[in-house]
């Protein structure tokens, strides 16, 4: 018996790494009748024979688990998002934010493309100590200027890791200064085929510098389809921190008086527009459940 992980799995079969080797394994039969079903990103134990193969005998307990794409155990997000190419737009990464923080993964946060927006540096710095005080890294970053490998050399160390953010902040840019061969394969299924982008393809999770990255981006839905309005505030840190100084139990941060989050916001200790996406994402969130 053995202890690995699983970095890939293709039509039935796992591939667990262990100690630097790799091993093909099957299920055990009975994790379907329990409806178990192996991610890649799991911690396994296994019994193999000599031609390293094996079965899969207990899937360890999870510290996560993404559906889209499917993968356990993830240590941290990397949001890319640019400042401009698409333009940046803060809602949206606060919404890639709170998806992250509702996985109980750790965000990172890149912008990218710090080249084209030279005239606005001032702008994106006050945007990183916003969220820098928050308590989130955040690094600026343009292909021109920064060294794209130490800095995510830093980041990877030991950690599997998702890269997020829409199509065309540059998540592909950033893994290929690395190791053109290990570059994510963003939109390289064709339309041709007729289906979505990311439903036929497997996942796998490449080593990078003693860590491992998924080879497919993270959060492709940005719908908040799992998320009920009252925890909403447990995923903005600036809130979570202060929620429990408001008067009433069960404050939503709205309309409540003797509200802490509130009073924050007028003394400038929480900024105004991540109060604001907290409140559109609330009414969002709301407006659906009202709808079934
Ligand atoms: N000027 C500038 N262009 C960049 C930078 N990073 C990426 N780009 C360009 O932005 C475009 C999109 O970059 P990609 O790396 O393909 O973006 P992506 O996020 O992988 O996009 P999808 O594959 O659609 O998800 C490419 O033309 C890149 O050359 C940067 O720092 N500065
Ligand atoms: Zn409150």
Known sequence: MAKGRIIKAISG?????????????KGRGVFRKKKITPLVGDVVTFDFSGDNEGYILEVHERDNELI?????????????????????????????????????IKPV????????????????????????KIGYDVELLS????????????????????????????????????????????????????????TTRH????????GLVAD????????????????????????RERKANCKFRGCMHMKEPKCAVKQAVEDGEITDYRYDHYVRFYEEIKSRKARY
Request: aromatic fraction near 10%.
């Open 68 to 104: 889209r794409p499917p993968i356990a155990n993830i240590d941290q997000a990397i949001i890319v998002t640019s400042a401009m190419k698409p333009a940046f737009n803060a809602t949206l990464l606060d919404r890639f934010l709170v998806l992250v923080e509702s996985n109980l």
């Open 109 to 132: 946060i890149f912008f990218t493309k710090l080249d084209v927006a030279e005239q606005e540096r001032d702008r994106f710095e006050k945007y990183q100590k916003d969220y820098q």
């Open 216 to 239: 497919t981006p993270g959060f492709s839905s940005l719908e908040f389809q799992d998320l009920g309005a009252s925890e909403l505030a447990d995923y903005f840190p600036e809130i």
């Open 143 to 198: 292909v021109k200027h920064s060294d794209h490998t130490s800095i995510l050399k830093r980041y990877l160390k030991d950690k599997i890791t998702v890269i997020a953010g829409q199509s065309g902040v540059g998540k592909t840019t950033l893994l290929n200064a690395i190791d053109p061969s290990l570059a994510l394969k963003t939109g390289e299924i064709s339309d041709s085929l007729g289906r979505g982008r990311h």
């Open 13 to 25: 079969f796992y591939y667990v790494q262990a100690d630097g080797d790799m091993y093909q394994c």
């Open 203 to 210: 996942v796998e999770l490449l080593p990078m510098f003693g």
